[in-house]
């Protein structure tokens, strides 16, 4: 049993930034793919970033530039900074991994296990 608890969610003012966590139990990260997907209201889930098991990284065009995605092998935690923000990154976002999926941003919201969400709300 893989399980995902996300934190760091928040409300921010468009230019500013948020550091999101996620904490993973009953896996090593080397072990799978993992990643951030968000969904708006009324809106698809849209694959933000992923991190591969040997830390290769991928992202949406829509937050290139802006988001990295990190890991923690050690610690089992999965990061996503978050910079320079605007109104449309408002969403909930989750973290994801599953261990036979391949490993790319828009493949993220498929992948088998998933946190509960954390709220990210920009105002501009």
């Known amino acids: 049993q893989v399980d995902l608890v996300e934190s760091g969610g928040g409300s921010v003012q468009a230019g500013g930034s948020l550091k999101l966590s996620c904490v993973v139990s009953?896996?090593?990260?080397?072990?799978?793919?993992m990643g951030w997907f968000r969904q708006a209201p009324g809106k698809e889930r849209e694959g933000v970033a992923s991190?591969?098991?040997?830390?290769?990284?991928t992202y949406a065009d829509s937050v290139k530039g802006r988001f990295t995605i990190s890991k923690d092998n050690a610690k089992k935690i999965l990061y996503l900074d978050m910079n320079r923000l605007i109104p449309e990154d408002t969403a909930i976002y989750y973290c994801?991994?599953?261990?036979?999926?391949?490993?790319?941003?828009?493949?993220?919201?498929?992948?088998?296990?998933r946190g509960q969400g954390t709220q990210v709300v920009v105002s501009s």
């Open positions: 991190i591969g098991r040997y830390g290769d990284e």
């Open positions: 994801a991994a599953d261990p036979g999926f391949l490993c790319y941003d828009q493949n993220i919201p498929n992948l088998n296990y």
């Open positions: 009953g896996t090593a990260l080397n072990k799978v793919c």
